[in-house]
């Protein structure tokens, strides 16, 4: 964060005036901000002079920009945390990380049971935040390989994993997206998606900061608040996951509202062409699709003016100089229009994870490629098509059947906004298959579903045995799928279904 910090600090000597931050809290200057952090920075110096790992709390407030300034102030390491993370994910994170400080309000202290013992010593920082030290000297910073800024992601493992990344990809992504937007300084940009999330941090606190746009955020996240936040503030782009982007859609009243909105990112889930042409059309705006991951930070993007079947129906070209490509079982590469394992290499690679306060790095090919557990089809003309996880099936009767496939053929039918597909459990077959639908209206029995994949020609061993219509699909922190939720709503509702086929 050194580079920011140097870039705020000089920014808000010639214009402190400038609204930096617009938050639940209200507006705040960039003179306001980096005098916060400046006097953060100054505490930090004054329990040790040395540069620190700092354990941050995350909101999207102007409380997370001053606390990440006043790390970067020090030359330190950055380390993000939601407020709402559990007392064990507050474990988990000083387990892997090993921070010397904690810097938080003193609601989050207690509910993330941050003890005396561990961190002995506190001090104001601003407003009503503290900063927690532990007893001892602040380790060499240097232990992080370069990495500046680490947050928490629950990837697809069941470990949550705490991803390093530098500031030189951090800031290679924000410039890719700059350019393919054309975002300019003193423009608003949103961040909607919680900061603690690696993405947000990247795109929705670093980029505005260092592009000198206003973050624009809302606290919890709530579609009608969004909108208003939005419009309100003419904010330019924005980046958000599918479930959000399409919530926006089914708001009373929401048509029109983005007319000012010059894009909005949209990536970190399945999509559908239709749906998302749907919800664009109506909110006034441009949708473009795209893949990424913490590890490798949103690595492609399409562009402004690409036809909707790329903006919408693909998932973007990889940013200059990355490479993403298909390979066999072999990891031998495949040919365009061919769907294989996903490979990515290119500068907004990671560090690493952190491990008992170090980064181990990841396992790359012999040519530097990180397999990312997708799959993927290049085309000819280099954008890309994610066709899901590699392990992503229902296992029904013995025959494994995609979940992918499945949700596709069921977001193609008219009327439905959003389809997630999860096995329930049968004592006949072992597992069925479950979708819960989202519609933004009208109940989907399955019967009218069934009907329209026949009618499609879909192959009937593709069908779910359930169709539930849902307010919403159940989500994590940061707005993504939660698919371990979803199979238990799934199967709590297919329990209780008069029509089970059990």
């Not at 924000?174 to 393919?180: A, G, L, N, Q, S």
């Not at 970190?268 to 441009?286: H, I, V």
């Not at 170090?358 to 993927?376: H, K």
Request: some cysteine.
């Amino acid at each position: 964060m050194k580079v920011l910090a140097k870039e705020m600090l000089d920014r808000a000597q010639r214009a402190p005036e400038q609204i930096a931050v617009v938050d639940e809290l209200g507006e705040h200057t960039l003179g306001e901000v980096v005098t916060a952090a400046q006097g953060a920075a100054d505490r930090l110096e004054a329990i040790d002079a040395h540069a620190p790992t700092v354990l941050v709390q995350a909101d999207n407030t102007w409380h997370t920009v001053a606390a990440a300034v006043a790390v970067g102030l020090r030359g330190g390491v950055v380390a993000v945390l939601s407020p709402h993370a559990s007392a064990a994910e507050f474990e988990l994170a000083v387990a892997d990380i090993d921070p010397d400080l904690v810097l938080a309000a003193p609601d989050s202290l207690d509910h993330w049971a941050v003890s005396a013992d561990q961190f002995p010593i506190r001090e104001p920082a601003f407003g009503d935040h503290l900063v927690c030290a532990r007893s001892r000297p602040f380790g060499p910073v240097e232990r992080w390989r370069g990495g500046t800024a680490i947050a928490m992601t629950s990837g697809s493992t069941g470990r949550a994993k705490c991803v390093v990344q530098s500031e030189e990809a951090i800031r290679y992504a924000c410039d890719r997206t700059i350019e393919t937007v054309g975002l300019r300084s003193g423009e608003s940009v949103g961040a909607f998606v919680p900061l603690s999330s690696v993405a947000a941090f990247c795109f929705g606190m670093y980029l505005p900061a260092y592009l000198g746009a206003s973050m624009v955020s809302i606290g919890r996240w709530a579609p009608a608040e969004a909108l208003s936040a939005m419009a309100t503030h003419r904010v330019a782009w924005t980046m958000l996951v599918p479930t959000m982007a399409l919530q926006l859609s089914v708001v009373d009243g929401a048509e029109g509202t983005l007319s000012a909105l010059r894009a909005m990112t949209v990536g970190g889930g399945p999509m559908n062409e239709r749906a998302l042409a749907d919800a664009e059309k109506l909110l006034d705006t441009t949708f473009l699709r795209v893949f990424g991951m913490s590890e490798c930070l949103g690595h492609t993007t399409p562009r402004l003016d690409d036809p909707s079947s790329i903006r919408l129906g693909r998932d973007g070209r990889p940013f200059d100089g990355t490479v993403v490509r298909a390979v066999d079982t072999a990891g031998e590469p495949l040919g365009p229009g061919e769907v294989g394992d996903a490979q990515v290499r290119g500068p907004s690679l990671f560090v690493g994870y952190a491990r008992e306060g170090v980064p181990v790095a990841p396992d790359l090919t012999s040519d530097g490629f990180l397999p990312t557990g997708d799959l993927v089809e290049v085309a000819v003309d280099g954008s890309i098509r994610v066709m899901g996880r590699q392990k992503q099936i229902v296992i029904r009767g013995g025959r494994n059947i995609d979940i992918n496939e499945m949700e596709t053929a069921i977001a193609s039918l008219p009327g439905i906004v959003q389809v997630c597909v999860v096995p329930v459990p049968d004592d006949l077959l072992g597992e069925r298959a479950a979708a819960l639908v989202v519609t933004g209206g009208a109940e989907l029995a399955l019967e009218q579903v069934t009907v329209q994949l026949a009618a499609a020609g879909v192959p009937k061993f593709k069908w779910p045995e359930y169709v539930f219509t849902v307010a919403d699909l159940p989500q994590n922190r940061v707005g993504k799928l939660a698919r371990p939720e979803a199979i238990r709503l799934a199967t709590h509702l297919a329990s209780t279904d008069p029509n089970s086929p059990q």
